[in-house]
């Protein structure tokens, strides 16, 4: 999954925007940031239930997109 993610981070962010930066260094700030500026923001879009599973914000999920009832 980490591979996955890294790869996909990397075509989003371009290497030129991380001049100066060892490959290490950039692939752990374009995998932190791939979270932060997409993946978070597209999971709260989702209405997703584990995002209120894990908020233990249980009168908030919405049944209807639980995986074992939708």
């Given at each position: 999954?980490?591979?996955?993610?890294?790869?996909?981070?990397?075509?989003?962010?371009?290497?030129?925007?991380?001049?100066g930066v060892e490959e290490a260094h950039?692939?752990?700030?374009?995998?932190?940031?791939?979270?932060?500026?997409?993946?978070?923001?597209?999971?709260?879009?989702?209405?997703?239930?584990?995002?209120?599973?894990?908020?233990?914000?249980?009168?908030?999920?919405p049944y209807n997109r639980v995986?074992?009832?939708?």
């Amino acid at each position: 999954s980490t591979l996955l993610c890294e790869s996909i981070a990397k075509r989003i962010f371009p290497r030129e925007e991380y001049e100066g930066v060892e490959e290490a260094h950039y692939a752990y700030r374009v995998r932190d940031r791939l979270r932060k500026d997409v993946l978070v923001p597209l999971r709260k879009v989702l209405d997703l239930p584990e995002v209120f599973i894990g908020a233990n914000q249980w009168n908030l999920i919405p049944y209807n997109r639980v995986a074992s009832v939708a």
